[in-house]
């Protein structure tokens, strides 16, 4: 079972990725960790992709999806995988379709978390984060016992930048511009199923897992 997860920042895709992986025993690939795995283990593209970023450069895409199918073939992989943050744009969806066609291979469903933009803003500028111990809570959602103090350490709690307002807004035009064609590349493919994001975690993994099957 081969998943791509579709849906703005913000809009809990990582999450129900996390959930997917540990039901049914793939595993949960995002671009982060393929990055941070290769830089570590200093292969050949792990090594180029540094350069750029150390640079604050975008790291090209035949760099990122070399390193994505080197993972996908790892044994853990047999049964199939979730991708997280990737592909992000156009011509990265259509190097990977033909990456796994050559293998035989495709993907099987492109999952989209699909969560209003104003849902999005008030869900991330009601996140606080204790930049001491990275214990993160929700204004609304998980609020800490006693207002804008971390429970863990009792440190003061802080709005993260990305959190704010104004760089949601703007991560959120960039996704409409760059990734929601996506959203339409694969519904031709014949593989998109959408979810309400809007509901709370556990009825959207469900609504998930009837798209799969138990």
């Known amino acids: 079972m081969k998943i791509v997860m579709l849906g703005a920042p913000g809009a809990g ?11 049914y025993g793939i595993p949960h690939i995002s671009t982060g960790d393929i990055f941070r795995a290769n830089i570590k283990g200093q292969t050949e593209l792990g090594m180029k992709a540094k350069v750029f970023m150390d640079q604050g450069q975008l790291v090209p895409d035949e760099i990122t999806i070399g390193m994505l199918l080197d993972r996908i073939q790892e044994d853990d992989c047999k049964n199939g995988y ?15 379709t033909k990456a796994l066609a050559n293998m035989g291979e495709q993907i099987d ?27 993160t809570y929700h204004t609304v959602y998980n609020p800490p016992k006693t207002e804008n103090v971390c ?25 409409h ?10 519904k031709k493919a014949g593989v998109l199923a959408e979810v309400d994001g809007t509901k709370d975690l556990e ?12």
């Open 203 to 214: 009825a959207v993994f469900q609504d998930i897992v009837k798209i799969l099957g138990a």
């Open 151 to 175: 429970d863990v350490c009792g440190e003061p709690l802080v709005l993260r930048d990305d959190d704010k307002p104004e760089t949601v807004k703007k991560r959120l035009d960039v996704y």
């Open 177 to 186: 511009d760059q990734t929601q064609p996506l959203i339409d590349y694969y």
């Open 82 to 96: 979730v991708l997280d943050g990737f592909p992000r744009t156009i011509p990265q969806a259509e190097s990977l």
């Open 13 to 23: 895709k990582g999450t129900q990725a996390k959930k997917i992986s540990a039901k």
């Open 109 to 135: 469903y492109a999952i989209n978390v699909d969560v209003p933009d104003e849902n999005i803003i008030s869900r991330m500028s009601g996140r606080r984060a204790c930049l001491k111990c990275g214990q």
